[in-house]
């Protein structure tokens, strides 16, 4: 029987390292999937992701029973990226173009594009990286939260910190900045 984020947390506050290595093992993926989303590469994907299991250890103590563990260190991953784009400049463009965001939300779906397609899709890869890039980090956390990750609003608000209402203001900033910079685009295709 597999044991619930609580029951680990539980035992990891006891003492017990292979607890806090079955929650590291169990969110691991879904925490570099965010991270990834939200640095645009894989390094520092990577080193979010290992500072935010390192946050978390050191304060496990501090996570009551208000919240799910999950919900927790899905705040702590996205206050990591938060911090880590804020502190230098976003590197979405050096992603290498075969990442995750570009097969997931990019491509276009059909059998066998044209080769005009493709010239269409790569124009709005570069345009939706470099409108992710003129996003808050705290916009970019929200989009990404809620769009690519499939969080209410409510747990958007609670993943960053915020009321459900600047969640849901923070993805509608983003939602409209990135539609008004890929409206051009979209107004070329017709």
Partial sequence: MELTDEALVAKARAGEADAFRALVERHSHRLFRLAYRMT?????????????????FRRLDQLDGRGSFGTWLYRIAANCSVDLLSARKPRFE??????????AVLSLPARGPSPERFAVSSQIRDRLKEAMNELSPAERAAFVLRHFEGMRIEEVGRALGCCGNAAKHSVFRAVHKLRRALEPLANSAR
Avoid: K, P
């Fill in 40 to 56: 645009g590469n894989q390094e520092d994907a990577e080193d979010v992701v290992q500072d935010s299991f390192l946050r978390a």
């Fill in 94 to 103: 050096g992603s290498s173009g075969d990442g995750e965001i570009d097969d």
